[in-house]
Every structure is written in structure tokens, then in C-alpha cells.
């Protein structure tokens, strides 16, 4: 029997995982998915925002600015790439600068530090590439970026060196109320026991809530598509660029990645399932809209594009509460954005004053929070590298071209903790494939390694899990 099971591989169970691990704890993790950070904390914007937006007062607001305060040194112990690189909402009319104004107010009271109102000459020396419209701006220097699958893979690595169990593959299919806890079943019918859960199931939260007898809230999908845009665009801006919002929306943010490439989106459209394709319309408002708010957008840089779908609820807030009804079971939900940025502090809270209710919290004294990843390994000096290629010579050899990721790199992420099982897997750890050819030269590569490591036959190695398989069988 478990003490606590999460359901949910995404970054609000991932940091909740962490958490949990801090305290003597048997704690484990299902995922309907092959692996880790597949629903919205693989495909989102990556911004971690300063907290002016979230209506004062809400669950949103509270715990946006507080997970913004925590997450430089949250992913600082876990090695994940995180940069202050400011955010600016510009105005390109009299009526927007009225919005600026009300932002600024609003951003002080939810407790945002260092929001300052700058006019167009300033703007326009801080981002050379601001339309020509454009007349000034809302400057919150605390707005950040960070690497969303980073963070949700490393707190899981590092919650599963603390302890903690990954059960991946495992969808849960329902949920039967024991005398002391929970019996939590599988599609493929694997059983697991706990005497609390924490559900935290994104786009299916609704749904496990409801296997567990909870029918108080409804969750719904919104759909956000993406242009990416080569490193070599990387400095077209250097702040993450937003248009003031209006009644018509919020429109799209133009952005550097903390990888350096350069990042338009997203769109916002209610979609009834979970699907993550791209619209040719989606696409086409990404590209109109980028243009009119910046000029010389570098779109023949594109390399590709992609859509994530966003998980609100019908409360218009995050869910964060013990259930009303049902004992035991925890609802982290409808965390759609600002939950990124709002994960560490939403972890804290759930263990601390949630979990709390049900199960004693004593400190695990061998609670080791630090993890060292390799992957900056391009970033070395020559005498660095050197060192490490004399004591392992799968470092001396480059796999992806362009984003220059060794096979030890490779290697690593497939036997660290959560391991990769996938193309895919590995990309989102090390980046083999994240290039401007997107994995065309180092794919099959990327595939022979992993059936080594893994002991397994080639062409049972998948894209992305499930049935995404890239070899049929032999011809020859
Ligand atoms: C387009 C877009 C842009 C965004 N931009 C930002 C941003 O810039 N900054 C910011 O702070 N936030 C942003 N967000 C919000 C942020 O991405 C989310 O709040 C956050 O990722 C939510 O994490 P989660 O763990 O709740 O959900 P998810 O990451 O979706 O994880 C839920 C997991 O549960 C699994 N699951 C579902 N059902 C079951 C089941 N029955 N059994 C087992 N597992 C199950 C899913 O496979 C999934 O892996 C954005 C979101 C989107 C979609």
C-alpha cells in the first residue's frame, strides 16, 4: 500500500512528487503515456510569468507569484535552464496604453515587484525589432523562461532518486474506495493501493475525479498551435513579447526559448478532445499576428510547429483542494496557465497543507533535492570536454549534428531516472533531434542506441511510445 499514489506525469504531479519525497514517505506516479511530460508541460510557452495577469485574489494570482519568486532556485538544485529575460506587454493603441495602466495596478496588488510602464523610445531600444506602431509598454523584469519538460523530467528524476515509483503505460481506468484508502486499476489491469490520491491528470482530471465518485467540477480543452524558429533567429527578441490584451483576446507571445530558439504562439480554440495537430488557420493567425507586432519576423527560419491544449476548468480557476466528497482523494485541476510557472509553489502548498489532513509528514532526512545533468556539455571548454572523453569515449562522438549531443549524453538519459524508452523520450531530455533537420540525419542513430542500452530488438524501438513504431521489420 501506497502512502500517496499521483496520477499525472505532467509538472504539477512531477513537483508534487518531489515534494512528497522530502518526508517518509511510500510515494509513487502513474502515467497513461510511455513516458513523462506528454500532455501540457510538453507543449506550452515556457514562460514563467511575473503574475500581473490572474485576477486579484484567485488561486491563480497567489500562486503564480509565488511559484515566479521560487523557480530560479527550484530549478537551479535540478539543473534545468531558466533565464530572467523580462517581458514586455506592448500597446499599439491610446486604448492599450488605458490596459497598461490597469495591468501595472493590478500586478502590484497580486505582489508583483518591478513593474515599470515604458514609453516607445525606450521600448524600442530594448527590442530594435518592435513594429514600428508600437508606442509603449508594461516592463515586468521578473517575467522569466524555462524549459517545461526539463522541469517536469527532472523533478520526477530527481523524486524517483529520493524514492519515489514511475508506473508509466498505466491509465487509470477506475478507482474502488477501500476501508483505509484506495484500490487505483489500470486499463491492462494492473491494481495499485493507496491511502491518498492526488490527481493531477490535466486534460483527464475531470475524469479521474469522476472514477472516484468527485462529479464537482468539469475540466475542458483549449488548444494553443506553434511556429518554432531556428536558433540562428535566436536574437530577433530578446524579452518575451506580448500584445496588451483585449476584449477580442489576448493574442499571441513572441519569445526566445531558454534553448535560443525563437518561439510564436499560441492560439487559443476550444477543441473537445486532447488532440495536439496544427491548423493550416493556426498557423496562419501565428504568422499574421507575429507580423504585426514585430517586423523582419525571420519565418524562413521556421523549423517546425506544434500545438499543446490546455486543461480549464468550469470554476474559470485553478482546482486545489481535498475533495468536498470524496476522503482521500486530492484535486490539483484545471491547472491551465499560469501553472507552470505556478508548479513549485502549488507543490509546497498540496504536501504542506493538503496531504497534511491525511498523513503524518516527517522529514526524510536522506532527501538528496540536487541533480547534475550533463547536457551542457556543448557549453564546456575544449580542456573540459577533453577530460571527459578520456574517461568515457561516448562523449567524443557527436550523434545530433545540429544541436551537437554526444552518444554519452544518449546513453545517459536512456539509464538515468525517469529513463528513455523513446526517440522522443530522448529528445525531450538531451535535444538529439530538436535541430533544424528535426531528427532526419540522427534519428535512426538515436533508435540504434536505445536498442542497445535497452537490449531490445530494433524495430521495437518507437517515436513516441505506444504504436508509433518506425520499423515494421527487416527487408533484407
Ligand atoms: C498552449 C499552452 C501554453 C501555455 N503556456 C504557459 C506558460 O507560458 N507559462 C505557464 O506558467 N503555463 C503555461 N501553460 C500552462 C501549463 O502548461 C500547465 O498549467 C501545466 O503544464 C499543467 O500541468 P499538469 O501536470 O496539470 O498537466 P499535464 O502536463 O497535462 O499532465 C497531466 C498528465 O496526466 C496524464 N493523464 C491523464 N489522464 C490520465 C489517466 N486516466 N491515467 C494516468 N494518467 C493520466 C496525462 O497523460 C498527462 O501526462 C500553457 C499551457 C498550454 C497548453
Do not use: W
Amino acid at each position: 500500500m501506497f502512502d500517496v499514489l499521483v496520477v499525472g506525469g505532467g509538472v504539477i504531479g512531477a513537483t508534487v512528487l518531489r515534494e512528497l519525497t522530502k518526508y517518509e514517505l511510500k510515494v509513487c506516479m502513474v502515467e497513461k503515456e510511455s513516458d513523462v511530460a506528454m500532455g501540457q508541460s510538453k507543449a506550452n510557452s515556457g514562460i514563467v510569468h511575473a503574475g500581473y495577469d490572474a485576477k486579484e485574489g484567485s488561486l491563480k494570482a497567489k500562486f503564480n507569484v509565488l511559484g515566479s519568486k521560487m523557480m530560479k532556485d527550484y530549478a537551479s538544485e535540478l539543473g534545468v535552464k531558466y533565464r530572467v529575460n523580462g517581458s514586455l506587454v506592448v500597446a499599439f493603441s491610446e486604448e492599450d496604453l488605458e490596459t497598461l495602466k490597469e495591468l501595472k495596478v493590478r500586478g502590484e496588488k497580486n505582489g508583483v515587484e518591478s513593474l515599470e510602464i515604458i514609453g516607445e523610445s525606450e521600448l524600442k531600444a530594448l527590442e530594435p525589432n518592435i513594429a514600428d506602431n508600437a508606442l509603449g509598454a508594461l516592463h515586468a523584469k521578473t517575467g522569466a523562461i524555462v524549459c517545461p519538460y526539463d522541469l517536469t523530467i527532472a523533478s520526477i528524476g530527481n523524486a524517483m532518486d529520493n524514492g519515489a515509483e514511475l508506473y508509466v503505460d498505466f491509465e487509470v481506468a477506475n478507482i474502488e474506495k477501500l476501508e483505509n484508502g484506495f484500490k487505483v486499476t489500470a486499463t491492462d489491469g494492473r491494481e495499485l493501493n493507496a491511502k491518498v490520491i492526488i490527481n493531477a491528470a490535466g486534460l483527464g482530471s475531470g475524469k479521474v475525479a469522476s472514477l472516484a465518485g468527485d462529479n464537482t467540477f468539469k475540466v475542458g480543452g483549449r488548444k494553443g498551435e506553434y511556429v518554432l524558429l531556428d536558433r540562428e533567429s535566436g536574437n530577433f527578441v530578446s524579452h518575451t513579447i506580448f500584445k496588451t490584451p483585449t476584449k477580442k483576446g489576448k493574442g499571441i507571445l513572441v519569445t526566445q526559448t531558454v534553448d535560443g530558439n525563437i518561439l510564436l504562439g499560441p492560439t487559443a480554440e476550444e477543441v473537445d478532445d486532447g488532440e495536439t495537430y496544427t491548423s493550416q488557420d493556426g498557423l496562419a493567425f501565428v504568422t499574421k499576428t507575429a507580423n504585426e507586432m514585430c517586423k523582419n519576423v525571420p519565418h524562413y527560419n521556421t523549423i517546425t510547429s506544434f500545438a499543446g491544449v490546455r486543461a480549464y476548468c468550469d470554476r474559470h480557476d485553478f482546482i486545489i483542494e481535498n475533495s468536498p466528497v470524496v476522503n482521500g482523494l486530492i484535486n490539483l485541476a484545471g491547472i491551465e496557465s499560469p501553472g507552470l510557472t505556478s508548479a513549485p509553489a502549488i507543490a509546497k502548498y498540496t504536501v504542506e497543507e493538503l496531504v497534511s489532513k491525511h498523513l503524518s509528514l516527517n522529514a526524510n532526512k536522506n532527501f538528496n533535492g540536487v541533480r547534475k545533468p550533463d547536457y551542457f556539455f556543448k557549453n564546456l571548454t575544449i580542456e573540459e570536454k577533453n577530460e571527459i572523453i578520456k574517461k568515457d569515449k561516448r562523449y567524443g562522438k557527436i550523434v545530433c549534428r545540429c544541436e551537437e549531443i554526444t552518444e554519452g549524453e544518449i546513453v545517459r538519459a536512456i539509464n538515468e531516472n525517469p529513463k528513455a524508452t523513446s526517440v522522443d523520450a530522448v529528445k525531450r531530455r538531451v535535444r538529439a533531434g530538436m535541430g533544424r533537420c528535426q531528427g532526419g540525419f540522427c534519428q535512426p542513430h538515436v533508435a540504434e542506441i536505445l536498442a542497445r542500452e535497452l537490449n531490445v530488438p530494433f524495430e521495437t524501438i518507437t517515436k513516441n511510445g505506444k504504436n508509433s513504431n518506425l520499423l515494421v521489420g527487416k527487408t533484407k
